[in-house]
């Protein structure tokens, strides 16, 4: 299949950029938090470019977006591929938006290519693949999946209080949250093409990362509650200190997910909010969000179980108290056999040079992995760093990814 004249990387990276610019920071930074203004002129944005190739568009009833290129056997469980195009505070460019618009390119490759898949062809843009809003990640494919219910959708609310209920209603998106779930069987397979958020494709000078297995995210809300106070006047003995407690706890984290031996085990607090904030006040409250991983589930509890019985001891020895709540502890997903090796030779068809790895970022296939045969396509990224600003993806890199999706999509739909 020759690829090369037909994948149009100039426009593709022109489309990277423009979706880039619509941020609620100031470029270069991204910033692009679901259902935020943003978020919605984005939404706009891609769905434009889809229209423009002739693609079917759906939304559902929480912003999820289907985008279908109709086969020559409409009736078979069409081929999805797509990411996220919602970012974290502060983000890049790259991260999500690589496998929404690079997919979108791969559909336009196989259209001017004259190729007719006979399964359909759908490009899926996530909603709310980040955290940032509702403090969950990949809300739009938990909810598809049917691992966060209606009830537990609407019961989750924003740092402002305003309820997802809500901001999807105001955002637009009306019906039923029953009919988000999606059965087994309603996609045949599901693959991704997203940037490695590591350093080892770009380290080991390679083109492409199939991805065998996606770890296992879970996270732990901690509510820290001491005893507040002139920051002057309260002696030291007596001090119930909350974010002297929070202190422990970071670093009782940190050691726990050093502890396990295994380079895989990770964790990180990354969120805390400090009560009342003020300089001259005891901290009386202090809410910790931390984020712990491993491709082992069972590795990844034993350091959240660490974790809880480092809260009880300082609970005890501090005089404070300290409640824990899961947000969520996901099992991790392996990736598809027959994906997998379609992509391989995809790679070797198009001369690419490829290793096969894990992904330490979860993803919506994450979730897809639930109601279908799922596997991703990593690209290297500068430096692996991403939720940056100065997140990098070279034209190379990303026409690369593009070539090999879009032989992928081309075998699979076949
Ligand atoms: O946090 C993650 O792994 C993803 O980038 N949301
Ligand atoms: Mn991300
Ligand atoms: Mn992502």
């Known amino acids: 299949m020759e690829m090369r004249a037909s994948l149009s990387i100039d426009r593709l990276i022109a489309e990277l950029n423009a979706l880039a610019q619509i941020s609620a920071a100031e470029p270069p930074v991204v910033t692009r938090v679901v259902f935020s203004e943003a978020d919605q002129r984005a939404r706009a944005y891609v769905k434009s470019l889809c229209q423009g190739a002739g693609l079917d568009i759906h939304e559902d009833a929480i912003g999820n977006t289907f985008a279908r290129w109709q086969g020559t056997e409409p009736d078979l469980p069409p081929i999805g591929t797509g990411s996220h195009i919602d970012a974290i505070p502060n983000a890049g460019m790259y991260d999500g938006c690589v496998g929404v618009l690079g997919g979108l390119e791969a559909i336009r490759v196989l259209q001017q290519l004259g190729y007719k898949p006979r399964r359909s062809i759908e490009l899926v843009i996530f909603t709310a693949e980040e955290p940032t809003r509702f403090g969950i990640g990949c809300l739009g494919s938990r909810m598809m999946a049917g691992v966060l219910t209606p009830a537990q959708a609407v019961a989750l609310r924003d740092k402002e209080g305003r309820s997802l209920k809500d901001l999807r209603i105001d955002a637009g998106f009306t019906g039923l949250l029953e009919s988000v779930t999606l059965s087994a069987g309603r996609f045949h397979q599901f693959l991704e093409l997203h940037i490695e958020q ?216 076949s």
């Open 198 to 413: 590591g350093p080892i494709l770009e380290q080991e000078g390679l083109d492409i990362g199939l991805v065998t297995h996606i770890a296992a995210p879970a996270s732990m809300r901690i509510l820290i509650e001491g005893e507040g106070g002139h920051a002057g006047g309260k002696l030291m003995p007596g001090r119930k200190d909350a974010l002297a407690a929070a202190a422990e706890l970071v670093l009782a984290l940190e050691a726990a997910a050093k502890s396990t031996g295994a380079i895989d085990t990770v964790g990180t607090v990354g969120v805390c909010e400090v009560f009342p904030g003020a300089v001259n006040s005891i901290p009386s409250r202090v809410k910790l969000e931390t984020d712990i991983r491993d491709i082992d589930a069972a590795r990844r509890d034993s350091v959240i179980e660490t974790l809880k019985a480092a809260c009880a001891e300082l609970a005890q020895r501090r005089g404070v108290a300290i409640k824990t709540e899961m947000v969520n502890a996901d099992p991790p997903a392996t990736c598809d056999a027959a994906i997998l090796a379609a992509m391989e030779q995809a790679a070797k068809d198009a001369g690419k040079t490829y290793k096969k790895m894990v992904s330490r970022a979860y993803h919506d296939s994450l979730f897809m992995a639930r109601i279908a045969p799922v596997a991703m396509l990593f690209i290297p990224c500068r430096g692996g760093v991403s939720h940056r600003p100065d997140e990098y993806a070279s034209p190379q890199w990303i026409g690369s990814g593009v070539n090999v999706l879009a032989r992928t999509l081309a075998a699979l739909a």
